[in-house]
């Protein structure tokens, strides 16, 4: 689930222009179809943006078969004004697509751009009224209190990390591989300097040593936030064995033509409801349930460091040593998401 679009609302209402329906990014390796109005509610989006900015489920006819002329933001370095990049040719082209960043200079917003995207990421967003009941349901089914795991071990997404990992077994392996595609998994020199910079999934194992190190009890109820196929999972169960997710707690009829979003919607709404919420990755959908969690006061909130497992494990700490320092690596972290969570929003803005 992919909050970029939410730039592109506040600058709309900057720009004055009118905004086309959000899309989720598409991405091949990712194997998803489902679209924006699959999980949240347009009605609902359309409505709470109303005074804001303009926002059409469609292209009017006479752009609707023409191409936009593509402003691709994302590649430009450090912060960038969207008044002096994006208006100018706005203002030529009058339809333009462009590729959000998350390094523009909001110091330059007028209150009410920022309160529109302020609305969009906040107060617009709410799931359809199925995925709503189901997430219901299923938060009423889990054992309180809980922490909400958000895992990322699936082979899509260790494929994509180009990754070199010993001991799996062999099932995990040829997952793997089925789901590497043309990214070639890194060898030698290189793979241990993309490890220690914390650019490699955290296993199942590694996220239960991090666990303990933390002194998070054995038998705390986990509800596991994850994709299908995780792998080697029992190095996580074999050390917390309270461990539920989607497909234990609700029956098979739930899941029935759900795809990757409205699954990972579930798990978006029962990871910003939980008690705590600890993520093994920086992902998009962790940013926006960190953001969220901050939003409603709810500051347990933890990032796992793959980039301090990494370093201290390739430093040859051990046992007591390890857990000691994985402790001093996260200390500090514990109240996250603040700085994803858009300050600027925790305020009430009224036009």
Not at 70 to 77: H, I, L, P, T
Not at 203 to 223: F, G, K, R, V
């Amino acid at each position: 689930m992919r909050r970029d679009f939410c730039d592109g609302v506040g600058i709309a209402r900057l720009l004055n222009a009118t905004l086309v329906l959000p899309k989720f990014e598409v991405a091949a390796y990712w194997n998803e179809s489902s679209g924006f109005g699959d999980v949240f509610d347009v009605e609902y989006f359309i409505q709470q943006k109303d005074g804001f900015v303009q926002v059409v489920k469609e292209l009017p006819a006479e752009l609707a078969s023409k191409e936009p002329f593509k402003v691709d933001c994302s590649k430009r370095k450090g912060s960038f004004d969207y008044v002096e990049t994006v208006l100018p040719l706005l203002l030529e082209h009058h339809y333009i697509s462009f590729t959000p960043a998350m390094s523009q200079r909001r110091d330059r917003y007028p209150w009410y751009a920022k309160a529109a995207l302020c609305q969009a990421c906040y107060s617009a967003l709410r799931l359809t009224s199925t995925l709503e009941k189901k997430g219901s349901e299923l938060l009423q089914a889990i054992p309180k209190p809980f922490l909400s795991l958000h895992l990322r071990f699936e082979p899509d997404m260790v494929a994509y990390s180009q990754c070199e990992y010993s001991g799996l077994s062999p099932t995990a392996i040829q997952a793997i591989e089925s789901a590497r595609g043309y990214r070639k998994c890194l060898t030698g020199e290189e793979a241990h300097l993309w490890r220690n910079r914390g650019k490699c999934p955290l296993t199942p194992n590694e996220t239960a040593i991090i666990l303990q190190a933390l002194s998070i009890p054995t038998d705390t109820n986990i509800y596991l936030a994850a994709g299908d196929g995780l792998m080697e999972l029992e190095g996580l169960t074999s050390v917390y064995a309270n461990v539920f997710t989607k497909s234990t707690l609700l029956s098979s009829e739930d899941f029935e033509n759900m795809q990757g979003n409205t699954k990972a919607a579930l798990d978006y709404y029962v990871s910003i409801n939980s008690d705590s919420y600890v993520a093994t990755y920086f992902g998009n959908m962790d940013k926006m349930v960190a953001a969220m969690r901050a939003f409603k006061g709810l500051y347990k909130t933890l990032f796992l460091s793959r980039r301090g497992f990494a370093v201290l494990t390739s430093q040859g700490l051990k046992g007591n040593s390890l857990m000691e320092a994985l402790w001093k690596v996260h200390r500090d972290d514990f109240v996250m998401g603040v700085g994803s969570a858009l300050p600027d929003c925790f305020c009430e803005f009224k036009l």
